[in-house]
């Protein structure tokens, strides 16, 4: 372990209710690790000034371990990365910035792993074919596009209220080699059974009418990225038929403990006996979750 201490934080505007700094700060707690994280409000006009002073904010980029990055600077910070991994490259945008030794910027893409990994939770196994349904197509359907290509799916469909809206998503799609088609919101309830997984990234209320309208049974596993009001009335009446549901929580903690691994990578002598599944459980507790 260095006997240095390594700075990170959370970004974007608003942040002052993010769950984040609890979330990291009870995993560097448990892993001893000398990371202080915290959060700074930085608006999409503060991004380039933000980065030109982090010399200036921390000593120096050196001892910055990284940030996690929420909205509204995901694509926007895309430009300052000294490199970018495969994953944003395709995506277009990023939601952690790692820094190496040399203090060189490294933009990954974490939310994709929330969102496989959530949806583990809710009971998902395995898929040789098969499809996922995605409400919305803003930056969180993107990763869940990215997600259904790692999940062994081979189609996604866009459920969305304007589908010009659905470009980026559906090129999205090409570059992972998934078939891909859009629909509109209302023929979603028709369509639910025929899904391996679904993934709700509409903001809160949006798909509440929804909810009045789904199949009593047969409803596949359910990430609804919204955490705050939670249940919403789509995960709740998904509950009422037997079926699983994820919350924006729980694909918080996921991308959230792949984040951890990346900063810690730097700070740990050796990151590799690290007991991630405890340090998951902390982070959990941090965020009242129970993932046993």
Known sequence: MTDQTYHAAVLGSPIAHSKSPAMHQAAYQYLQAPIDYDRFEVAVNQ?????????????????LAGFSVTMPLKAVLVPHMDHLST?????????????DEHGAAYGYNTDVDGVR?????????SAAGGSMGI????GTAT???????????????????????AQDALEVAEHFGLEARVERLETFVQQVVHHAAVVATLPAHAADALATELPSAGLPPLLDVIYDPWPTALAAAW???????????????????????LFTQKVVVNPETIDWDTATQHMAAALALDVS
Do not use: C, H, I, W
């Open 87 to 99: 994953r944003v490259q395709r995506l277009g945008v990023l939601n952690t910035v790692v820094f």
């Open 239 to 261: 509950q009422t038929t037997g079926a699983r549901v994820a919350s924006g929580l729980d694909m918080l903690l996921y991308q959230g403990v792949e984040q951890a691994k």
């Open 135 to 138: 409400l919305g197509a803003g």
């Open 47 to 63: 991004a380039a000034e933000f980065f030109a002073s982090l010399d200036q904010r921390f000593g120096s980029r050196r001892r």
């Open 117 to 125: 990994l959530a949806l583990a939770q809710a009971g998902f196994t």
């Open 143 to 165: 990763a869940a596009v990215a997600a259904a290509a790692d999940m062994g799916l081979t189609q996604v469909v866009l459920y969305v209220r304007n589908p010009q809206r």
